[in-house]
């Protein structure tokens, strides 16, 4: 197809849809004129992924590029694809303070403990093993270092959570769209999780402080 | 104590502190000459709620003003509290476009059937069921309607948790500081949950596609 009709399919202007190929995100069309180039399937899915990693991950051109390397590598097993992907899209909880210190020390403790006992593969130095230290961190330094005692529930909680997640991907998505899905149902599950301990949590304070005057 | 104190111990300066004052969010001391003012441990508590509506919840001085007369409001049931300063912390799921329309009336009446079906009480116009129903138009929108499916088990996921974060609150937690607990435990329980998700991830996606080559 043409830029034009690939532009039409994807909602990607032409002139981005250049900058992408100019910036390495998006492999060239075959050129049939030296003014004109044919694009396939392929470039329609490779710009969904590119405006997934965009508008849903917020990523940078860069974090891009580096998503794209390791789709495009096809020596790299697919979980470990993933987990490129999926480290790109860990939000952060910034506390605004300058390091909390030993107190972040002794959540990295706290997180690896529960790595541990949950018996989870994967590399300790995550990037998502570090924002849940920061967090824990952050809830020390406000007087409730105490709440780490909900963090087996919480984790029990996202096992199920994550089995869902797999599980849909393991049924529903092909490989060539698996790292788009992933990082869509990363960013988007966490905004559907979020409402839904909102709702749950509505009902819980009703149930437990609802029936006084 | 004096304002200089009060200053050392919640870490607000003084100048921060008479804004506050002017503002209506803290009540001014009581004069003790002139120039000089004295504060009582409700300041110190109501600094800490400010800060934490401010630097955790990202409120603006308005949101505060909101929940600070919810706080005030003697007459004001609990659980109605709670949900006022919960309200107010809702993350929302931007996704860019002119609006859904038709995808959003739809993944509206999805949250019905599923609010209706897990028995939670509340009300269907909470600003958490709106962000859940906007999330969902943006998943049907890049095409993973299907990934609704998937519903009940982050709605069951997520009434452990709000049981986990009500146990611990009804325990830990005195009446005077229940709405800066409710605000830092929403908010960084959020962080402490998608950090978590990703680890269960990692795992979930290690078994389901590590042994590949």
Do not use: C
């Not at 905004?191 to 839904?196: C, E, G, H, V």
């Amino acid at each position: 197809m043409r830029i034009g009709e690939l532009s039409r399919r994807t909602g990607v202007s032409v002139p981005t849809i250049k900058y992408y190929v100019r910036e390495g995100l998006l492999p060239a069309g075959q050129l049939t004129s030296p003014n004109q180039a044919a694009y396939e399937e392929t470039h329609v899915r490779r710009l969904r992924l590119i405006r997934a990693l965009l508008d849903v991950g917020g990523l940078s051109v860069a974090g891009i590029r580096e998503v794209i390397a390791a789709v495009d590598d096809p020596g790299r097993p697919v979980h470990d694809m993933l987990g490129t992907a999926a480290d790109r899209v860990v939000p952060r909880y910034d506390d605004g303070t300058d390091g909390p210190g030993e107190r972040l020390a002794a959540a990295r403790e706290t997180v690896n403990a529960l790595v541990e006992r949950r018996g989870w593969r994967g590399h300790a130095d995550a990037p998502a093993a570090e924002s849940l230290a920061i967090a824990l961190a952050a809830l020390d330094n406000v007087g409730h270092g105490g709440f780490a005692e909900v963090l087996d529930d919480y984790a029990a909680a996202a096992e199920r959570v994550a089995r869902a997640d797999l599980d849909y991907v393991s049924r529903n998505v092909v490989r060539e769209e698996l790292v788009e899905s992933v990082v869509v149902g990363t960013v988007l599950g966490d905004a559907m999780f979020a409402a839904l301990r909102r709702l749950a949590h509505a009902d819980a304070s009703d149930r437990v402080f609802g029936t006084e005057a």
